[in-house]
């Protein structure tokens, strides 16, 4: 190839903050000398969602016929290009050998995180461009992570415990069975990447059905807005199956411990057209699948974990505790360095369209999140 394009972000991760300066450097190379009309660099953050449904429709003379209708929308954040050649009328040569540009853009101090999911993302790129007359443009593009912060220590529900309980009865000819019930117990309702949800698990199997297994999910729920419609979808992100059977008028107790993964936070504030949530979902298996209890708690995923002053009294945060779901995690900031920052668990998507094969750079982009260690065993409580 005669033109090659990269695109370079100076900081290593390339993850950023609402409100801070994007600074990189874009390399080329030609090998003979070129003629365009313009060399820019255009810096995007954007929300898109799309999807498509068949729906089915009469005509006048009663039959029906199938159509597809889509659904889209789009949230441009902001929209930022700069000329390093040209840009007027006319044309410049470009010689051959390596050459190196900088760019910077300073990002909107209300931006939301950045998302990739199944049917729309939000997402911030760099596309570099050589305008050619006459001919197809050489492009190279680039995506990185935009972090807006969700601090659990602004949300109360963070701190609460969350229980949540669900009952069935299974009916066999005219009669009744007793029921069976979950109910799950948590210490509190905030969690970040990273972090362990120890809590209990409560299964009273008062019917005639034996429960075979019990499983748990953290799910990502994410809701999808377009053109007076939505569009629900869910993910797991984590999931555990505990081994053993409820037998009929039996109960068992079980301890939960899920840790969180790399995801993005709750809620994806500031975007409108995208919403996310999260809850853990424990299923108790019976024989059929469309009799299977599922009990559905709702919890908080954030950025920032949930700190206490130093000197407080953390005599109740021992593992057996956050096990019965006595007490919440209690963790100074003191206790932790700053997070890594790790690929989401759920593979991104192509960021280059697939039909222009003049574009340059990696296809598939997957964002960071912040992941704090709460592993490492000297924070252990």
């Known amino acids: 190839m005669s033109v090659t394009l990269r695109i370079h972000f100076d900081r ?5 903050f609402p409100g801070e300066l994007v600074t990189g450097r874009v390399f080329l190379n030609v090998s003979r000398p070129k003629k365009v009309r313009a060399f820019s660099i255009q810096l995007r953050g954007l929300a898109d969602v799309k999807w498509t449904e068949s729906k089915s429709k009469s005509n006048s003379h009663g039959s029906s016929s199938s159509e597809t209708e889509t659904y889209s929308a789009t949230e441009t954040y902001f929209d930022n290009k700069v000329y390093f050649l040209g840009g007027a009328t006319g044309e410049v040569e470009i010689s051959p050998g390596d050459h190196v540009y900088n760019f910077e853009c300073m990002l909107p101090r ?7 999911g199944v049917h729309g993302s939000i997402r911030y790129t760099a596309t570099a461009a050589m305008h050619r007359p006459w001919k197809f443009d050489h492009t190279a593009k680039a995506a990185f992570t ?4 969700l601090d659990l220590n602004n949300r109360p529900q963070a701190r609460e415990p969350v229980s949540a309980s669900a009952t069935k009865h299974f009916c066999c000819c005219f009669c009744k069975s007793g029921p069976l019930s979950v109910d799950v117990h948590l210490p509190t309702g905030g969690y970040v990447p990273g972090q362990v949800i120890l809590g209990q698990i409560q299964v009273d199997n008062a019917s005639s059905t034996r429960v ?8 990502k729920r994410v809701t999808y807005y377009a053109s007076g419609s939505t569009n629900k979808s869910n993910v797991t992100v984590a999931a555990t199956m505990f081994d053993g059977a409820v037998e009929t008028h039996d109960s068992k107790v079980i301890s ?7 995801v993005p936070p709750s809620n994806l504030e500031h975007c409108k057209i995208i919403d996310l949530q999260y809850a853990l979902t424990v299923t108790a298996e019976v024989p059929g699948i469309r009799f299977n209890l599922h009990c559905v708690a709702p919890i908080l995923v954030g950025t920032i974990p949930v700190f206490v002053e130093d000197g407080w009294n953390r005599a109740n945060t021992s593992g057996p505790a956050l096990a019965s779901a006595s007490a919440p995690p209690m963790y100074s900031q003191s ?6 920052y790790e690929e989401s668990v759920l593979k991104g998507n192509n ?3 697939p039909t222009d094969k003049y574009t340059m750079g990696k296809a598939d982009f997957t964002p960071r999140y912040p992941v704090w260690a709460f592993s490492n065993p000297s924070f252990e409580r």
């Not at 935009?146 to 912060?149: A, F, K, P, R």
């Not at 075979?212 to 799910?219: F, G, I, K, N, S």
């Not at 206790?335 to 890594?340: E, G, L, Q």
């Open 212 to 219: 075979q297994r019990v499983l748990c999910a953290l799910v």
């Open 335 to 340: 206790d932790f360095p700053p997070p890594s």
């Open 256 to 262: 939960l411990v899920m840790p969180v993964p790399a």
């Open 146 to 149: 935009v972090i807006s912060h």
């Open 110 to 116: 209300v931006v939301p995180s950045s998302f990739e």
């Open 351 to 353: 960021i280059i369209d």
């Open 12 to 16: 290593p991760n390339a993850v950023y």
